[in-house]
């Protein structure tokens, strides 16, 4: 299999909690991988992991066949990245904002405006930032991710704080990227409904440990044999598939939490 993205054992702690344990990721060249997993799961802290912003405790990890530490600077310079609602000059248009983005890349000048139209804000590249609106604001935060169309990209909650439109077109750019221009995409939400809806490869984290990692379907699956789901194919895409699988994904988490509270009392 031609895997983008390994992790071996991968570990964070911060003095004795453990952020990130032991996680062994395989993403797929060309997928887009969800990941999936509630409040402190250790999501961000992977994806700064990755991308060289705060150093693993323990484990590895290869990007594109290059392995981190050594080959940090070229890991970062194929690798587009949005993290917690990215920040930007406010008093500098959207379109100056990439432009400082763009040169530190030492890209063409082109690819500024070729992002802003990638995102939709072609005819907003002129106003400042500070008069964008939210979703205006993480619109520009997805085209800094992909000024040079980067091979990789790494999205951190991209939809986070977006209207229900906001959150259905950008779900739709995501979606086509990897048909528009060659790239794998690694991308955080809550929501496995929402994931659902864009992802082909889920991975889904509790309290710093992968719960689970395959294909969507290889997770219909799982969840038509462990009751879940009621149907699969694309049946599986309905109201009630999507909500049978939501609800197999809330168990998961919720067996794993009792398991934890039992082993704790032991
Ligand atoms: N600098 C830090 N020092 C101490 N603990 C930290 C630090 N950064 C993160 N953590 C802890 O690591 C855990 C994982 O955090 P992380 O931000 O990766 O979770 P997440 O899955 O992204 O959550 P969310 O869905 O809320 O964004 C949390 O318990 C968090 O408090
Ligand atoms: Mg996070």
């Given at each position: ?27 797929q060249k ?5 990941f999936?997993?509630p ?10 992991m ?5 150093a693993?405790t ?10 981190f530490?050594n080959d ?14 990215p920040?930007?000059?406010g ?7 990439l ?12 690819s500024v405006?070729d992002?802003l139209e990638?995102?939709?804000l072609?005819e907003f ?5 500070k ?10 935060g ?6 040079g169309?980067?091979?990789i990209?790494?999205?951190d ?5 977006l ?6 077109e950008i ?5 086509s ?7 794998t995409?690694?991308i955080?939400?809550h929501?496995l409904?929402?994931?659902e ?9 509790n309290?710093g440990r992968?719960?689970f990692e ?6 219909r699956?799982?969840?038509?044999q ?6 699969s ?8 598939g ?7 994904f ?7 939490n ?7 009392k032991?």
């Amino acid at each position: 299999m031609d895997y983008i993205i390994t992790t071996k054992q991968l570990t964070k702690r911060y003095k004795s909690f453990i952020a990130v344990d032991n996680v062994s990721l395989n993403i797929q060249k060309g997928s887009i991988y969800g990941f999936l997993g509630p409040n402190g799961a250790g999501k961000s802290t992977i994806m700064k992991m990755l991308l060289g912003l705060t150093a693993p405790t323990k484990g590895s990890f290869t990007i594109d066949g290059k392995q981190f530490p050594n080959d940090r600077l070229s890991i970062l310079k194929e690798t587009g990245s949005f993290i917690e609602s990215p920040s930007f000059y406010g008093n500098l248009t959207g379109e100056e904002n990439l432009d400082i983005i763009r040169r530190i890349l030492g890209i063409h000048r082109n690819s500024v405006k070729d992002a802003l139209e990638l995102v939709g804000l072609a005819e907003f590249g002129g106003r400042l930032v500070k008069k964008y609106s939210l979703g205006m604001k993480q619109r520009l935060g997805l085209a800094g991710a992909m000024l040079g169309r980067p091979s990789i990209l790494i999205l951190d909650e991209p939809t986070n704080g977006l209207d229900p439109s906001g959150i259905h077109e950008i779900r739709n750019l995501i979606k086509s990227l990897p048909g528009l221009y060659k790239c794998t995409i690694l991308i955080s939400s809550h929501m496995l409904s929402e994931i659902e809806l864009m992802a082909d490869h889920i991975g889904i984290l509790n309290h710093g440990r992968l719960l689970f990692e395959g294909s969507l379907d290889e997770l219909r699956k799982n969840a038509l044999q462990t009751g879940f789901a009621t149907q699969s194919g694309p049946d599986a895409d309905n109201k009630t598939g999507a909500a049978n699988l939501e609800d197999m994904f809330l168990s998961m988490i919720d067996k794993d939490n009792a398991g934890r509270k039992q082993r704790g009392k032991l």
